[in-house]
């Protein structure tokens, strides 16, 4: 039977674009029906982080399958393990080594995130400290289970009008 | 109240127009018109415009006031509408966040600013009140309308429905309104029932589906406008005019909306309500069709003023793409439409009945109907306009184009908007202008973008304005000529503006050199033909007109775009619509992707999520820009005064490009 892959790879992206979009949209939605069963004063801020780090948890086990402490690129696999989660979710992501040599940068060019944001109503910072707790309780957990000095820093946020998003890894020893 | 003398007026006027051309060129348009107690020296009309130039508390301000009192000149005693006002505390009715307010005495003030500053232009002053319904709760996180009917766009706030005292309420906020406006001194009191405002969801099916006497056949959905003229009226007493704008079509078919023949209903009951003048209106925000973008032919829409004319007796006006005086005129002589209305042509020309009336046609800086003023609009951002960069700077002394204080010989190197407009200011400020082009023709990325297949050509209108009014400013055009850092120490220019645009390149790949490779341009101007199956690398405005283009033609176009959608560049009301047509004969888009190599016959598209995808293509055609940067650092060692403009700077849109030059022409 004759089939046209160009068509069925396209079919294909188009609906995982749409099963993104759906996953993204779901976030906002639960939050706000999170938000309208919680208790009264809780704050949307702290009601996202928790979600993040739960989130994180999950991400990290992920990860250990993935990764090996002695590996010579430890820090290098762990950020390549990012991009592909961002990527996994629409963002444009990629990886490169800093200058120092236990420094990686992760680099956002884009990403959906934060125009869903503006959609429901969320504030952006929320866009950004989330992500942020979401990638610290990564770093946290792969720190526990492999025994490593991993720091990560956000630098550069798109929620905060910054053109991309900017992200460094180090790790001692 | 208004303490016009209307005889006295109008015979100003009238002795003024004798001694014009323009009043034997379009004898239509110069003659008065008295409608109730009102006499209106001519026929034309600056319909409402919300600016966003006012404070988000609804207070007029110097900047409204500066740009209305440019309109009201240029009217030459004509009818100046200011824009729809909101009418409750709450701001339920306030769709724009610089809105103005009639809903207190407390706004009467600024309101008569407004009116004082047209009557002293010798013009009548309208005002608008405008609740605006679905579109409204600018401010607010709903809005409300006859029925909680979800919107179609993201934009709009989700709708409450009103109550009967709610409904009862608003009416008697109408009223207030109106007397608010005859004691800040305005002439006529106008209603707006279009577009999607409240009065037009009371009037649609598609929106109201009350089952009270609100809702219901037609003549229960107009009882809301009804019972508002009644009450206006009861208000403004039995002198002063009362107008509205009505919907002739909704173009709503695919939601159930109201049917021509109804909405000729709501124009009898509108007239039998106390209606004094009927302005003909057609779409709706939420409507999935053309109405003012440049795919619609000037004058198309006069069709609905002539079936108004057969359902009312009062006057009629009309706006919606009637952009040029012989077509007002000619519609007016023959009975279709008795006022000429216009929105954007006067935002673009403040001054355009003048120059009608002067003769002065080659003067008129034509509206390019780019829709910039109400992209701005919808992102809470004061308007502006592509071709009148003056836009929101009339109160500002320092945007006037004011004589030089020292005369300096300028080389403006670049016939592209941005080039021109910096010539024509400099020039008209009395410096020695000379521009230089190397093609022969100019226009720069205009000359491509006014091939685009739907009425694009009309983009180019701005170009001829442009270079007439720098042949009458005196400046010297050098065409076929390119500049070298040896013509620059030949000249000896006191300044050289690079005005150079933008260079289409094709970035490095494997196989970017193969022949079937070829620039936008190329294909644009019909030097290259390309296959059936094309793909467009790059998908900014080049690349998506360009892609139209090609679709016309019955080509198969893929559009690589890094951006998460083609067109972001492209304004709001365009690129939706381009995209359908692109879609419709077989089009593609990978968004969050780039070529990553290209081979006989396909190309290997990186899209999004790292995936590679296989595209059969016989043509690629690259619409990527980088800015023509060659000659700046040599101008900058041969010359003190050195200014690089327009895509040279950054490849942006047309209305960047002009804004750029108009700015540093006033600089040098
Ligand atoms: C920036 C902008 C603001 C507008 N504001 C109003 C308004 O306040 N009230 C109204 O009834 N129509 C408003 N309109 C619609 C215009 O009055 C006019 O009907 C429409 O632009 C079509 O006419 P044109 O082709 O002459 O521009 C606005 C249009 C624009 C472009
Ligand atoms: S911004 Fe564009 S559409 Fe609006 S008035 Fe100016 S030229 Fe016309």
């Not at chain 1, 992760?106 to 992500?131: H, I, S, T």
């Not at chain 1, 957990?141 to 053109?163: C, M, Q, S, W, Y």
């Not at chain 2, 279709?336 to 002065?360: N, S, T, Y």
């Not at chain 2, 109400?374 to 002394?397: K, M, Q, S």
Request: aromatic share 8%; hydrophobic share 40%; with cysteine.
């Amino acid at each position: 039977m004759s089939f046209n892959p160009e068509e069925e790879l396209r079919r294909l992206l188009a609906r995982f674009d749409l099963l993104a979009g759906i996953v993204r949209a779901t976030w906002y939605e639960w939050r706000q029906a999170a938000l309208e069963f919680a208790r009264p004063g809780t704050k949307p801020l702290d009601l996202v982080l928790r979600a993040w780090e739960i989130v994180g948890h999950d991400t990290a086990m992920s990860y250990f399958m993935a990764l090996r402490k002695n590996s010579p690129t430890f820090l290098e696999d762990l950020a390549n393990l990012i991009v592909m989660s961002s990527r996994a979710m629409g963002e444009d992501a990629f990886a490169y080594k800093g200058e120092n040599p236990n420094e990686v940068f992760v680099q956002w060019n884009e990403c959906p995130w934060p125009e869903f944001a503006r959609r429901y109503k969320a504030d952006m910072e929320e866009d950004v400290l989330g992500c942020d707790r979401w990638f610290q309780t990564v770093i946290e957990d792969v720190n526990k289970h492999f025994g490593t000095k991993i720091k990560l820093e956000t630098l550069k946020a798109i929620p905060r009008g910054d053109p991309i998003c900017l992200r460094r890894l180090t790790m001692e020893g | 109240m208004s303490t016009v003398n209307y005889d006295e007026l109008v015979s100003k006027w009238q002795e003024y127009y004798k001694q014009q051309p323009g009043s034997r060129m379009f004898p239509h348009l110069f003659k008065p018109i008295t409608i109730r107690k009102v006499k209106i020296p001519n026929r034309i009309k600056y319909a409402a415009t919300e600016d966003n130039f006012n404070t988000h508390d609804g207070f007029v301000t110097d900047k409204d006031v500066a740009y209305i009192r440019e309109r009201a000149r240029g009217l030459v005693g004509g009818i100046c509408t200011i824009q729809g006002v909101y009418m409750d505390p709450k701001g339920e009715g306030k769709g724009y966040v610089g809105q103005a307010a009639a809903w207190d005495d407390k706004f009467i003030p600024g309101l008569k600013r407004l009116a004082d500053v047209i009557h002293e232009e010798g013009a009548i002053a309208n005002i608008q009140l405008m609740h605006c319904g679905r579109v409204g709760g600018v401010e607010l996180d709903y809005c409300v309308g006859p029925s909680d009917v979800p919107q179609r766009l993201r934009v709009l706030k989700p709708v409450k429905e009103m109550s009967k005292e709610e409904i009862k309420t608003s009416i008697k906020q109408h009223a207030e309104a109106a007397r608010r406006g005859l004691e800040a001194g305005y002439d006529i009191i106008e209603i707006s029932g279009i577009v999607g405002y409240l009065i037009s969801n009371f009037l649609s099916s598609y929106t109201n589906k009350r089952t009270d006497e609100y809702g219901g056949d037609i003549e229960n959905r107009c009882r809301y406008m009804v019972e508002v003229i009644e009450a206006v009226r009861d208000v403004v007493g039995k002198d002063v005019p009362i107008f509205i704008r009505l919907c002739a079509e909704e173009l709503l078919d695919e939601m159930g909306g109201n049917t021509p023949e109804e909405c000729m209903v709501t124009y009898r009951m509108a007239e039998k309500a106390g209606v004094d003048c009927i302005s003909v209106t057609q779409g709706w925000q939420e409507s999935l069709h053309s109405v003012i973008t440049r795919d619609i032919p000037q004058g198309h829409w006069l069709y609905n003023a002539k079936r108004a004319k057969q359902h009312v007796k009062v006057p009629i006006s009309q706006a919606y793409r009637l952009f040029k005086p012989e077509m007002a005129d000619k519609a007016i002589g023959e009975g279709i439409i008795d006022i000429w209305e216009m929105c954007r042509p006067m935002i673009a020309d403040p001054e355009l009945p003048k120059k009608a009336l002067e003769g002065r046609l080659e003067d008129i800086r034509y509206c390019i109907a780019c829709n910039l003023c109400l992209a701005r609009l919808f992102r809470d951002a004061p308007i502006t306009c592509a071709v009148n960069p003056l836009v929101g700077h009339e109160w500002d002394e320092r945007w006037k184009v004011k004589p030089a204080e020292k005369k300096k010989k300028v080389m403006v190197v670049g016939g592209g908007p941005a080039g021109l407009q910096c010539a024509l200011v400099a020039a008209q400020r009395g410096h020695e202008v000379h521009l230089y082009e190397m093609r022969n023709v100019l226009g720069g990325q205009v000359v491509y973008a006014s091939k685009g297949p739907y009425g694009e050509d009309e983009l180019y209108g701005i170009i001829e304005w442009l270079k007439r009014q720098c042949d009458k400013a005196g400046v010297k055009f050098h065409m076929n000529t390119y500049v070298t850092p040896e013509l620059i120490e030949t000249e000896k220019p006191d300044v050289v503006v690079i005005a150079t645009g933008a260079k289409f390149v094709v970035p490095k790949v494997p196989g970017s050199d193969l022949p079937h490779v070829v620039l936008a341009p190329d294909v644009l101007e019909g030097r290259v033909e390309t296959g059936d199956r094309v793909v467009m690398w790059g998908g900014r405005g080049d690349g998506v007109v360009a892609a139209l283009y090609l679709a016309t033609k019955g080509k198969k176009v893929t559009i690589i775009t890094k951006d998460r959608k083609p067109g972001v560049d492209v304004n709001p009301s365009y690129i939706w619509r381009y995209m359908l047509k692109i879609s419709q004969t077989g089009g593609k888009v990978y968004r969050f992707a780039d070529v990553e190599s290209i081979e006989e016959g396909r190309v290997i598209v990186k899209g999004a999520y790292g995936v590679r995808i296989p595209v059969p293509a016989d043509t690629v055609v690259v619409s990527m820009r980088e800015p023509r940067t060659e000659l700046v650092e040599a101008a900058k060692k041969l010359c003190g005064e050195v200014h690089v403009i327009g895509d040279a700077l950054v490849p942006r849109r047309l209305h960047n490009a002009i804004h750029d030059g108009y700015r540093i022409g006033l600089r040098i």
